[in-house]
């Protein structure tokens, strides 16, 4: 069994921070995984929703048994906070941003790794996330015509004041997901717009090297690809694969 949690977030209400080619990741992701046979969610704007997200991915994970395929995407911005618990080497803890963080809070990375650990044994799980999730999850607006470009990053203060709340240290924090990055955790993930169209420039990107890949293709050649696109004088983001050895080893999206 392959199932797919496709996200995309234009709208975050409260934060004046909208973004314009999320909800299309979303649908373009969806429509690549359901053409590799791939049973596809979408959560998209009002219903990506913090406990929307946690009830997707949990539910879906729990379906899920050994040797089946589990993958999200996910498209929208990102934000940290500050590490409170003493397990992030840059004293940050990086966050996806629901639809409803100005009133909920962020989805941290310690949760996003729960949520992950409770796969069954000899799942493989993945996560896309067009931003950066092992380091600041940040998109940019990309100049759209005449248009300047706004940065696009949650600074905690639009949020924290009314969502800080006590978080437990994680006590295992072996890999659970095999994580496809937008960019690295120094760097900024860019809306962009192809064709006239809005998309982030990785989803574009990387939904194009995979037409081009051969059914033999891993996720390091998959990232290859990738990377003779990005990073660009246009789009200056270097698109990253954490992974272990045996994860590098799964079939591409299989």
């Excluded at 949020?159 to 978080?167: D, G, H, Q, S, V």
């Excluded at 937008?182 to 194009?208: H, I, K, Q, W």
Aim: proline content about 8%; some cysteine.
């Amino acid at each position: 069994m392959k199932l797919a949690l496709c996200i995309g977030i234009n709208d975050y209400p409260g934060t004046e921070n909208d973004l314009a080619g999320c909800r299309n990741d979303a649908e373009d992701w969806a429509a690549a995984l359901t053409a590799r046979g791939f049973s596809t969610r979408l959560l998209l704007d009002a219903a990506a929703t913090g406990e929307a997200i946690r009830a997707g991915i949990g539910d879906l994970l729990s379906a899920t048994v050994h040797d089946d395929a589990f993958v999200i995407t996910y498209s929208g911005h990102g934000t940290w906070l500050p590490d409170t618990d003493g397990d992030e080497p840059d004293h940050r803890d990086e966050a996806i941003c629901p639809h409803d963080i100005a009133t909920n809070g962020p989805l941290l990375d310690d949760e996003l790794h729960e949520l992950f650990s409770r796969a069954n044994p000899g799942v493989r799980t993945v996560l896309i996330s067009d931003s950066c999730h092992s380091g600041t999850l940040t998109r940019l607006n990309h100049p759209i015509g005449d248009h300047p470009a706004r940065t696009r990053f949650l600074p905690p203060a639009t949020f924290l004041p009314t969502t800080a709340r006590p978080r437990r240290r994680p006590t295992d924090r072996r890999p659970t997901a095999l994580l496809l990055s937008g960019c690295s955790d120094l760097e900024y993930a860019y809306d962009a717009t192809f064709n006239t169209r809005p998309n982030g420039a990785f989803t574009y990107v990387a939904l194009t090297a995979l037409q081009s890949l051969p059914p033999s293709a891993t996720y390091t050649d998959w990232l290859d690809s990738i990377r003779r696109a990005l990073p660009s004088q246009d789009y200056p983001q270097t698109p990253a694969l954490q992974a272990t050895r045996s994860q590098l080893a799964w079939p591409l999206l299989s």
